[in-house]
């Protein structure tokens, strides 16, 4: 007896696979190979040896081996039927089948014979067990009945003219499948994920020959290693070999981490035998070099990498593995899965190194309510009378898988008095076990990066990540990258352009890192954010040069409005004070050196009072509450950043020049302010200033001093008739934000040519009518926006960096283009970098064939009415959304093979010429009357997930069963249409569907008509 064994095997006589073959037809060849190849791939495997065949029963150790496997692979050769031992092995694998309760399954491989001959249909094995029946021995009929019952399994038909390799490989993938060899364990309390697992699978595209690599990130206790392990047990059975490195943060600390973890893939992977020569890192990169993974499709997932060397030796490169190959990293760093890009003004750019990223967002309420009711409650959903308070505590852990496990799991069969305190604490910081997953990424940050993160944490979630900005920069800590490794390690996120976004884990764990400071003392922290407890340390006089930020949040009462002077004489080092309606009394020279940064409201006030005169530190002011208009800036030279967006300001004093370090200046939303004063061209400084929805009707010609301002924002503002001259002027000026500004109109200059850094340009809403033609010098311009410019019938020639374009020469139904067809010349100027076009509401009846070229091209969006013809489209689309279009002439979307969204809305047309096997995960068809679209739903349609056609007319039957994936189906007022094969496939096809509807009955002719109007 021979057996296979890995670590996996155990001391008994327990194996996976049981191989029955005829020893003089195979055993040194195609079964010797088969046994190592199972053996290599870790299964556990019987061979038998004929030295057992002793006596004319099955008995001991090979009755033992046969009853305690869970696969049987009989080869059935030439002379398979000559041997009673085979047949009584194959007798009894029938038997133990069929009292397994399916457990137990028989895989056949017919080398060289056909079922026909093991279903007795032949000669071949007939006549030997004929010549067996003719010596009265009596166990032929068993035999005749297994083989007749195995011949009708289907198994593996080789040909003597075949390769055996692909053979061998086949049935090692199939067995190792179906004993789930690379199952990763997971808990049974997933809740949620169907979504997100069905995403990423789509990304990963299994059916591709090409090698996807797919990062997987999030922040710590998301979920990021529970959805990999989901994926790779979904996928494993579509790869040749698979490996699952777990936790490769930690493995690679270790002595020789790196080369370990080497060795456990290449060993997973190639077998025990390839790893012997691996001594150093360099060794298995020198070997993956050489190919050895090249001829594999592979399944790789890389779980928790914080190292990009980490990344690089396990999987450097897309050629050490073979066509079709899927590699998954999953991590909290997104920057381990970029490279530096191209330079720019602001340096070495990143970008994803061509890895596709999938972030994992917190869970839905619901979703979240449920899997902590599991841990809590083994249920899934609470108790009537815990229901609010389970609210309560899945509200405050923010929907966090691992914060509900470990917290649902601790208060489990615990009294109420628990909960109510847990509630509490969980209000203060995170559990424990939450606590220590997201201090893996706090504790990679340097020193400056702390700080900012912190400073977000108690004071700025939710707020405008210009406010503070100034004041990092001031205190060194360097906010560009600060901020962007907090994004990367999914510690914040930047939503809505500026605003910073951040966990309530998150910020309870950087509030309790505060805490941990000092716990009993909050004198004696860095930050304090709670105004009850910042309040008491004023009124008591106990401030310390430990305290960097305080807030006192909104002041009702007059006595704690009023803030004297010796009240703050302990606060040497704060950099940032908050304090709504605060009033400073007393001499304040040579107090509050550091601070550097003031949100103040004061509802009268009508110039800077010499308290914060006194203030030299001080970069930013921020004022969301004045209502009038300021006399004087007093003399705060070191200001940086004023905001005073307030409805009630009036007028800006003349002073506002002698500001001369400012760099921020944000009027928006100060809609009386109808004038800027001449001295802001004193602002040499200036960086960035925000007009939008002021009521200033012309901006003053100095302002094309400002040599330093990068970006203008004016939007909405209605007193703007024509862009000022001196605009050409700020030749650093990156962005320009015009939109909405609906009186602006005429021409815009030659001369606006000149801004040479201009990346954004927004002219959207307005009435300009004509571009100039030195647009194509604007080398660094990616965006701009002109959606729309009813006036606007032509774009000149366009740089070659833009990759977005945005354009509707007109505006709804209230304007009307006496244009019949694109300018071939502008279409035609369109750089090929674009990656999205959108063309809406005009009278076009044409696109120029031209259009093809741009061969970075995503999303194309057309509504118009007139277009009676459609060319072939950029192969590079995955968005096709099309309206209104009547076209006699059937386009040609043979080509689009990336194609992913497609939607039809009031479109005409007739059947499709070229019909595409696209990647489609969305079609969608709305009042709209097709003539002949069989063929397009006879398409297998493998990935489509949601269909939905509503008030259409479509061809003759239409028939679901082919869309193997469909999840989500719409019908209304479908005609003409098979409504029951409709139901049928969807009743079949759809039962994992979460959102699928019932088709609703063909229209009474009242729809009907009214159908026929709208399409």
Request: glycine letters at 6%.
């Amino acid at each position: 007896m021979e057996k296979g064994t890995n670590s996996r095997a155990s001391s008994g006589p327990s194996y996976e696979v049981f191989l029955s073959f005829r020893g003089a037809d195979t055993r040194h060849q195609f079964t010797d190979c088969l046994y190592h190849g199972m053996v290599d791939a870790g299964i556990i495997v019987f061979r038998d040896n004929e030295s057992l065949h002793v006596g004319k029963e099955i008995g001991g150790e090979l009755l033992q081996a046969i009853q305690n496997s869970e696969i049987y692979v009989p080869i059935f050769s030439k002379n398979y039927a000559s041997s009673r031992w085979c047949l009584r092995e194959l007798a009894h694998m029938v038997d133990c089948t069929s009292k397994s309760n399916g457990n137990k399954e028989i895989l056949p491989i017919f080398l060289d014979v056909e079922p026909e001959d093991v279903k007795l249909k032949t000669n071949l094995y007939r006549q030997t067990l004929s010549k067996r029946q003719k010596t009265s021995c009596p166990e032929v009929e068993s035999w005749e009945k297994a083989l007749t019952e195995v011949g009708r399994i289907k198994g593996w038909n080789w040909k003597k003219d075949q390769g055996q390799g692909d053979l061998i490989h086949s049935v090692i993938r199939t067995v190792s499948a179906k004993l789930k060899m690379t199952h990763e364990n997971v808990t049974e309390h997933l809740v949620g994920i169907g979504d997100r697992v069905d995403a990423i699978i789509k990304m990963l595209d299994v059916g591709s020959d090409s090698v996807r690599f797919l990062g997987i990130h999030g922040m710590g206790g998301v979920g990021k290693t529970t959805l990999a392990k989901v994926i790779f047990n979904e996928l494993s059975s579509y790869f040749d070999r698979c490996c699952f490195l777990a936790d490769v943060r930690e493995s690679s600390k270790d002595n020789n981490g790196k080369v370990k973890l080497q060795k456990q893939l290449l060993s997973n992977l190639l077998g025990s035998h390839s790893v012997d020569q691996i001594d150093h890192v360099n060794d298995g990169i020198n070997m993956m070099n050489k190919g050895v993974l090249t001829k594999k499709k592979v399944l790789i997932v890389l779980d928790d990498v914080d190292d990009k060397e980490q990344f690089k030796t396990l999987a450097g490169k897309y050629n050490w593995f073979g066509s079709g190959s899927g590699i998954i990293v999953t991590t909290r760093d997104q920057s381990v899965l970029m490279i530096e890009g191209e330079a720019t003004s602001e340096g070495l750019v990143k970008k994803f190194a061509n890895i596709l990223t999938y972030d994992v967002q917190e869970m839905e309420f619901g979703h979240a309510l449920k899997l902590f009711s599991r841990h809590a409650f083994r249920r899934d959903s609470p108790p009537d009378h815990c229901v609010s308070l389970s609210k309560d505590i899945v509200h405050t852990l923010g929907n966090l898988p691992l914060a509900l496990e470990i917290t649902g799991s601790s208060l489990n069969s615990k009294p109420e008095a628990l909960w109510v305190d847990t509630l509490k604490k969980l209000q203060e910081a995170p559990p424990m076990g939450v606590q220590r997953k997201l201090m893996i990424s706090y504790e990679r940050l340097d020193y400056a990066q702390r700080q900012v993160f912190l400073d977000i944490a108690c004071l700025f979630v939710y707020r405008d990540k210009r406010y503070p900005f100034y004041v990092w920069d001031a205190c060194g800590y360097y906010p560009h990258d600060a901020l962007e490794v907090l994004v990367l390690t999914s510690l914040i996120k930047i939503e809505d352009g500026n605003t910073i976004w951040m966990h309530d884990q998150v910020r309870d764990l950087g509030r309790e890192i505060v805490r941990q400071e000092n716990f009993n003392d909050p004198c004696e922290r860095s930050r304090v954010w709670n105004p009850e407890e910042a309040l008491s340390i004023m009124k008591r006089k106990e401030g310390s040069t430990k305290i960097e930020a305080l807030s006192l949040g909104w002041l009702d009462d007059d006595e704690d409005r009023i803030q004297k002077h010796d009240e703050f004489a302990n606060l040497r080092n704060v950099r940032f004070l908050e304090g709504d309606g605060l009033i400073l009394v007393g001499d304040f020279n040579n107090l509050l050196s550091n601070l550097r940064w003031l949100s103040w409201s004061c509802v009268s006030l009508l110039e800077l009072p010499k308290e914060i005169e006194c203030l030299h530190a001080l970069i930013e002011i921020v004022t969301p509450h004045w209502r009038y208009g300021l006399r004087t800036c007093g003399n705060l030279q070191s200001l940086w950043t004023f905001d005073v967006p307030n409805e009630k300001i009036r007028k800006l004093p003349y002073c506002l020049g002698e500001i001369v370090k400012m760099r921020r200046l944000d009027l928006s939303k100060c809609t009386n302010i109808k004038e800027l004063p001449d001295s802001i061209g004193k602002l040499q400084s200036l960086v960035e200033l925000d007009l939008s929805w002021t009521s200033v009707g012309h901006l003053p010609d100095s302002i094309g001093n400002l040599k330093q301002l990068k970006v203008l924002r004016m939007s909405c503002i209605s007193g703007i008739r024509k862009l000022p001259s001196a605009i050409v002027l700020l030749e650093k000026l990156e962005e320009l934000d015009a939109s909405h500004c609906y009186n602006l109109t005429g021409e815009i200059p030659e001369e606006f040519g000149r801004l040479s850094c201009l990346r954004i340009l927004d002219l959207s809403n307005t009435h300009v009518c004509r571009l100039p033609t030195t647009m194509s010098r604007l080398s660094n311009l990616q965006i701009l926006k002109l959606d729309p410019c009813p006036e606007l019938k032509q774009l000149p020639v366009l740089p070659p960096s833009l990759t977005y374009l945005s354009w509707a020469p007109t505006n709804g139904w209230n304007y009307f283009l006496s244009l019949t067809t694109y300018e071939q010349e502008t279409v035609a100027a369109l750089p090929t970098g674009i990656g999205a076009l959108s063309q809406q509401e005009t009278f076009v009846t044409a696109l120029p064939r031209s259009i093809s070229t741009l061969s970075q091209l995503e999303t194309l969006t057309l509504s118009c009415k007139n277009m009676q013809f459609l060319p072939q489209l950029p192969s590079s689309l995955r968005e096709l959304r099309l309206r209104d279009l009547a076209m006699a002439q059937s386009p040609d979307f043979s080509n689009l093979k990336k194609l992913s969204i497609l939607t039809f809305f009031g479109c005409s047309m007739p059947e499709f010429p070229g019909i595409f096997d696209a990647e489609l995960d969305v079609l969608g068809m709305e009042f709209c009357k097709f003539r002949k679209l069989d063929a397009l739903f006879q398409l297998e349609m493998k990935r489509l997930r949601s269909l939905k056609m509503s008030w259409c007319f479509l061809p003759e039957e239409l028939d679901l069963s082919r869309m193997k994936n469909l999840q989500d189906f719409h019908g209304e007022y479908v005609r003409p249409i098979e409504i029951e094969k409709v139901m049928e496939a969807q009743n079949s096809k759809l039962s994992k569907a979460k959102n699928s509807e019932t088709v609703r009955a063909p229209p009474t002719r009242d729809h009907e008509e009214h159908c026929k109007d709208a399409v």
